[in-house]
Every structure is written in structure tokens, then in C-alpha cells.
């Protein structure tokens, strides 16, 4: 008997694109390479007459203070970052102060090459909202100079008829004010040291001196004084003290202005493991057994040979709390949380070892040591590797996953399947074509025929994707959520 004709699906692509904009730009600190150049640039600047250097910083306040809020805090700021090269008792005029801060600070572009692999949740606040809207915020990796990832925001509001009203995006891009986590809990750490390959006797050392729970300072101050009073070989002692450190500052909260918009904070790469990046952040919008809402966003960090993969927490996109997964079973990338517990555990989808669908469970969020393959590459279309494409979305019907299949000359499409509600390591329907595939006005790009996203949502009964094109640009897309699921093949267990 032939198989069954299933329904054509209907995918709309809206007209929107999602681009980047060269003019959004950061400061960021611009030292030389060798240090020894410092003190030397320094001296040149100290030794302009007064004259010359009034019209200097008024010039640069002309040329950029209309481009930064507050480009004094700024300048202020890297001056301290390079004080400790100033001869010693040196006396700065105003005007000093803010040259050298000028000197020593640079702006980066952080969507100058691409905008890309979006998620879209519900923004917090729903109020003021016409009947049938819902405002949302989603989240793109913006790329700029040396291909460094950052992660910005927009906002804005789906009406009834789905469609997008984005908010106005400010002319100004801010870094939040960093604060290292200021309390870390010996157990864990250690674990994850374990997992680094650095729990060896001289971490146990360090942290046996440390209470249950320790700051940033204290982890550093018995570093120091161990690195005073070598007690094992220096080379492991140094060894063990780059990990100990890598790892505490791999933990860390953001915080932004509060009244500043959302299109204006950026996450840019702060701790020396993210430092070539942060990628491809899936956030979703979680509720614990009170309903109480927190948004958690998985990204991969990325330091230009390893990858390690990150969980952000908010409750506002204001202050964001950054720490380290742990476990055996967190490795490579993608990692996907489902939005609730399911049996009264955490899960999340993954891809373990680069080809398959994974799916695991934990007791503690941070924690994940085990996973299971839920699916392999079935279809010529994804015969390469498949993954998702962002945390599965709740229906009656079951859980739908966006999933990414690779073929043929490394083309990326989106596929979809359905999970079950109570027992998501059983799929319980799949498509057998993309649901989206590039098209030719989608293909060329940094990286060419890719379609790729990293979170959708559900809203007036449409699922609304929003996707990435080639890794430069990005756009929406919606389909009907009754017709994707009848376009589904059943799987059989």
C-alpha cells in the first residue's frame, strides 16, 4: 500500500530582515601588545603643553562624546586599568586624566560582519497591551571585527494578526558594570575542577584553606600566598592556578541601567573563556511548580581552541547571572532546556558527540552527567549531523522541537518533530522534509546555505521563528501549529 499523502505545509517568510548596523558601536580598552609600550605612550601624552592637549580632548569629546552616553565614565575607566604604569606619585590634571583614558580606548562595531541565530521569548512586562498582542524580546548573536560574538536584544510586539511592531532601536549601545560572582561553593568548584583536569593535590590544598562558602578575593589571596611560598613544583603550581582562576572568572553577573532600553545592552565577551565569543544563545522562558518565571539561556563560550558551554540567568534582562554547566555529559554544543521540570527533573536536549539528538535529565540544574540519543540522521537532508534549534515549545499534542539538519555541500535546513509531553525521550512524530531550506535570497553569506534558529514561540496559534540566513542577516517565519502537526509522520515506538 502506498504511504499516506500528508498536507502540503504552508510556511510564510515575513518581509522583515533583521540587519546589522555598523554604527552601533562599544569602547572597549585598547592596550599594545608589549606591555612595555604603556609607559612609554604615557609619557608622550604627559609631556603635551597644556595648550595642545585642552584642544586635543576638546577634538575627541566633539568627534565621540555624541556617540557614548557617558564617555568620561569611560575614559575614567581605562585610565584606571593601565595607573599602575604612571611614574609613582604622579599628580594628573583633568585633562591628563581623560587623554590618556582616550588613548587607551577604542570602539568596536559589534554587528559590523553579521546578525544572526535569533531567540524570541515573552518580555516580562505584558502590560498595556491590546487584546491578542504579546510583547516580546529576542536575542541575536551580533559579529563584529575579528568574527568576536556578542549577544544583543530587540523588543517589540505581536499583535493579534502576528505581526511585528519592533521598538525603535537606540542610537546608543551599552557594556553592563561586571561583578564577579561574590560567593562560590567549594563542592561544586572542585567538581569542576575535577572535570578540567586540575583537581590535583594543589587545588585540594587551596580550597581545604577555603570556608564552604568563598569569595573571588579570598580564592585569590591563598592563591597568592602559595605563589609566594611554593609548597609543590612552581610549573603545576602555575598550571593549576591559570585553571582555578579561568574557572572563577567563567562566573560572573552583569548588570545594565534600568532605564536604558533593551536595544541598547549588549553581552559582550568578558572572562578569558568566552573570550573569541559568545555564541548562539537559547533563551527560554522557564516556570518552576509555583510559576514562578526565570529565563536561563544556554550559549557556548568560546576562547579560539575550546569550547565551554554556559547558562545565563535573568528575571529582567537587566542583571544576568553567568555560570559554568558541570558534568559528564556536558559537552560540544547546543544545549536546549525545556521550560519546565518533566517528572519533577530538570531536561535538556543536546548533542553530545557532533551527529545526534540527545536528550538528558538532572536534579540539579548545573549538574548533568548522563544522556541519550533520541535521534540520528534519518533523511538525506540531515545525513551529515542533526541538532535543535532551540528549547522544544509545549503544545497539548506534545513537545515540538525545531531541529537542524546538514546535507549535501554542508547545506543547513530546519526540521521539526514532536516529543512526548510526560516522556520526552520518545518522538512521537517527525517530518520527513525541511520545514525551511535556504531559498536563493537566503543562501549567499559568511557562511552560504544555511538557515539556522536558536529559539521560536507560540503565539494567536502560529508558531513564529525567527531564523538566521547564512550567518550574516536574519528574518521571520511563521507556520500554522495544527497544520505543522498534521504534516507530521507519526513515529512508531
Request: charged fraction near 25%; glycine fraction near 6%; charge should be neutral.
Amino acid at each position: 500500500m502506498p504511504p499516506k499523502k500528508r498536507h502540503k505545509l504552508e510556511v510564510k517568510r515575513k518581509a522583515i530582515k533583521i540587519i546589522g548596523d555598523t554604527s552601533r558601536v562599544i569602547t572597549r580598552l585598547h592596550t599594545p601588545d608589549k606591555r612595555y609600550r604603556i609607559p612609554k605612550l604615557i609619557q608622550r601624552i604627559m609631556s603635551l603643553p597644556d595648550t595642545a592637549a585642552e584642544r586635543l580632548i576638546a577634538q575627541i569629546m566633539a568627534d565621540f562624546s555624541g556617540r557614548h552616553e557617558d564617555i568620561g565614565h569611560i575614559f575614567e575607566r581605562h585610565l584606571n586599568a593601565v595607573k599602575k604604569y604612571l611614574p609613582s606619585d604622579t599628580v594628573l590634571s583633568d585633562v591628563q586624566r581623560s587623554l590618556i583614558g582616550a588613548y587607551f580606548t577604542k570602539e568596536y562595531s559589534i554587528e559590523s560582519a553579521a546578525l544572526f541565530n535569533p531567540s524570541i521569548v515573552a518580555h516580562p512586562d505584558q502590560s498595556h497591551l491590546n487584546k491578542g498582542s504579546l510583547r516580546f524580546i529576542m536575542s541575536l548573536r551580533a559579529t563584529g571585527e575579528g568574527h568576536i560574538s556578542s549577544i544583543v536584544f530587540r523588543s517589540g510586539v505581536l499583535d493579534r494578526h502576528n505581526k511585528f511592531l519592533f521598538d525603535p532601536i537606540s542610537d546608543f549601545v551599552e557594556t553592563p558594570d561586571l561583578q564577579l560572582d561574590s560567593v562560590y561553593k567549594r563542592n561544586p568548584f572542585q567538581l569542576k575542577l575535577n572535570e578540567m583536569g586540575a583537581g590535583d593535590e594543589i587545588s585540594v590544598h587551596i580550597l581545604n584553606q577555603l570556608p564552604e562558602d568563598f569569595t573571588y578575593n579570598e580564592l585569590l589571596e591563598k592563591i597568592g600566598n602559595l605563589r609566594e611560598k611554593p609548597q609543590f613544583p612552581e610549573a603545576n603550581q602555575n598550571r593549576t592556578f591559570q585553571v582555578m582562576s579561568w574557572l572563577a572568572n567563567s562566573n560572573y553577573e552583569v548588570s545594565f541601567h534600568p532605564d536604558h532600553r533593551i536595544s541598547e545592552r549588549v553581552i559582550f565577551p568578558v572572562s578569558k573563556n568566552e573570550s573569541r565569543g559568545i555564541e548562539d544563545a537559547r533563551f527560554v522562558h522557564f516556570f518552576d511548580s509555583q510559576q514562578e518565571s526565570t529565563y536561563y539561556a544556554t550559549y557556548t563560550a568560546y576562547n579560539g581552541h575550546t569550547i565551554l558551554p554556559q547558562l545565563m540567568e535573568t528575571k529582567d534582562f537587566i542583571n544576568f547571572n553567568i555560570v559554568t554547566l558541570n558534568g559528564k555529559a556536558i559537552q560540544n554544543k547546543g544545549m536546549a532546556l525545556f521550560p519546565r521540570k518533566i517528572g519533577g527533573r530538570y531536561a535538556m536536549l543536546s548533542r553530545q558527540d557532533g551527529e545526534n539528538n540527545h536528550i538528558m535529565f538532572s536534579d540539579n540544574l548545573h549538574f548533568w552527567q548522563t544522556s541519550q540519543i533520541i535521534q540520528e540522521p534519518e533523511y538525506p537532508w540531515e545525513f551529515i549531523q542533526i541538532g535543535n534549534c532551540g528549547s522544544p515549545v509545549e503544545t497539548n499534542e506534545g513537545w515540538i522541537v525545531l531541529t537542524h539538519g546538514v546535507g549535501p555541500m554542508r547545506q543547513y535546513c530546519i526540521g521539526a518533530m514532536l516529543l512526548d509531553l510526560e516522556n520526552p525521550s520518545k518522538i512521537i512524530a517527525r517530518l520527513d522534509e525541511p520545514l525551511l531550506a535556504p531559498h536563493e535570497k537566503e543562501r549567499e553569506g559568511y557562511v552560504p546555505n544555511v538557515v539556522y534558529s536558536c529559539g521560536a514561540i507560540i503565539h494567536n496559534n502560529e508558531l513564529i521563528i525567527p531564523y538566521a540566513m547564512s550567518d550574516i542577516n536574519s528574518g521571520i517565519a511563521t507556520v500554522a501549529v495544527d497544520a505543522l502537526l498534521k504534516c507530521m509522520r507519526p513515529v512508531k515506538s
